[in-house]
């Protein structure tokens, strides 16, 4: 019989070997965690998303319909004057590139930007974003 003590002894071992390990597992986990501290009530002001604010811009976008001509510079930075049927003004444009170069004498439809504060007049002038193509 000293085959079974033998085997006791070793699960007596297995026994304590596993409650020593879970000790130690215990107590390293209960020392590493801190209490946690409370939030300070901070009073900022909410907005409706906390994600996402849209951007702002003090443009608006325009969409206008007439002939484009180029402009004869009575208007500084006007590069192109867009008429309507009876070939009065709508407004004068302005571009940075040749868009509107190429659509002279043609009649198209603009997409451009002017500020929040003005209306299309003849006066105004419009920055051309794009041509829009029905």
């Known amino acids: 019989m000293p085959f079974e003590s033998n085997n006791t002894i070793k699960a007596i071992a297995v026994v304590f070997l596993f409650i020593f390990i879970f000790g ?23 907005k409706s998303s906390a994600y996402f604010s849209p951007p702002e811009s003090p443009y608006k976008e325009v969409e206008l319909t007439g002939k484009v001509e180029k402009s004869v510079s009575q208007k500084p930075k006007a590069t192109h004057v867009l008429y309507n049927k009876d070939g009065s003004i709508i407004a004068y444009l302005y571009t940075d590139d040749d868009k509107l170069k190429q659509q002279e004498g043609n009649r198209v439809t603009i997409v ?23």
């Open 24 to 46: 130690i597992y215990i107590f390293s986990t209960r020392v590493s965690t801190k209490p946690a501290k409370p939030l300070e009530n901070t009073a900022q002001e909410q």
């Open 112 to 134: 451009g930007r002017i500020p929040y504060s003005t209306e299309v007049s003849p006066d105004t002038i419009v920055f051309v974003k794009y041509i829009l193509f029905k």
